[in-house]
């Protein structure tokens, strides 16, 4: 089916890294295919397979506007590498989805360990012995994409030869130039399928809202929060409810979260 639909549509393949970009931006639910087989002919002509997921928390099927799912019609998955993917208890130890949310640039990834453009300490706690038993393939170069709200997308490029581990020279010359296209197909993806369950851009807080939720993040009970900062019990409520009520909040979890996810809290820290 994937090579039928490839051949029906026929187009110039961009070589400048700039000029691909342009041609995988997504603008209305009807670019999705044409961008994906771009990207597909781009990915094999560099003998790489790509699979693309736009939110890995819950890896959901990215799909042309038809309802037709990308990485098996497009991308050329086989069903039973794509059904590693649809186990949630072994994705939740999924070296590539872990390594994915602790690093935002390019990295390169086999049984043996990850290259990264610089170090990231946080990679080298992965443990990669069973990466092919949980993912499907022993190698791959993974492109992440963080987007707006907390959400995480992904571009896995692996070897169409499943016999190639080291792709660290592959990596070196081809990292860039897929990156820029990656993030602009996922990025324009999520913006034309993007559903009302996301929030919406205008939750202003003030500082004091800010500080007081850093706080809730922490730990802390409203009277902690009140010596702490020292001002009354009854301030701390007040400001914890305004900023529920900015946020669209249920309770202080929810207004916590969605704080956290438009990038208010950061990283706490536990000697503040």
């Known amino acids: 089916m994937a090579t039928n639909v490839l051949e029906l549509y026929r187009f110039d393949q961009p ?4 000029a691909l970009a342009d041609f995988v931006t997504i603008r209305a639910p009807e670019n999705i295919l044409t961008a994906a087989m771009c990207l597909a002919r781009k990915a094999r002509s560099c003998g790489l397979r790509m699979m693309i997921w736009h939110d890995l928390a819950t890896l959901t099927a990215t799909s042309d506007a038809q ?7 497009i991308f050329g998955w086989s069903a039973e590498v794509l059904a590693h993917w649809r186990q949630p208890d072994k994705l939740l130890r999924s070296h590539v989805l872990r390594a994915a949310r602790l690093e935002s640039e ?22 990669l012995d069973d990466l092919e038993e949980i993912t499907g393939f022993a190698a791959a170069i993974v492109i992440p994409v963080h987007l707006p709200f907390g959400q995480i997308g992904a571009a896995i490029l692996a070897p169409v030869d499943g016999g190639a581990i080291d792709l660290e020279a592959d990596f070196a010359n081809l990292a860039d130039d897929f990156a820029g ?69 249920m309770n202080r979890a929810q207004a916590v979260f969605r704080a956290g996810q438009l990038g208010y809290l950061g990283l706490t820290e536990r000697h503040a």
């Open 106 to 127: 390019p990295f390169w990834i086999n049984r043996d360990g990850i290259g990264t453009l610089w170090a990231n300490a946080f990679l080298d706690q992965i443990e």
């Open 15 to 18: 070589d400048d890294p700039r």
């Open 67 to 73: 309802g037709h799912e990308l990485n098996a019609a």
């Open 181 to 249: 296209a990656v993030r602009r197909f996922i990025r324009g993806y999520v913006m034309v399928t993007r559903d009302a369950r996301y929030l919406p851009g205008d939750c202003q807080l003030s500082p004091r809202e800010v500080e007081c939720l850093r706080w809730v993040a922490q730990g802390k009970t409203d009277y902690e929060i009140s010596v702490i900062l020292g001002c009354s019990h009854a301030g701390i409520r007040y400001h914890l409810t305004r900023a529920s009520e900015r946020l669209g909040a």
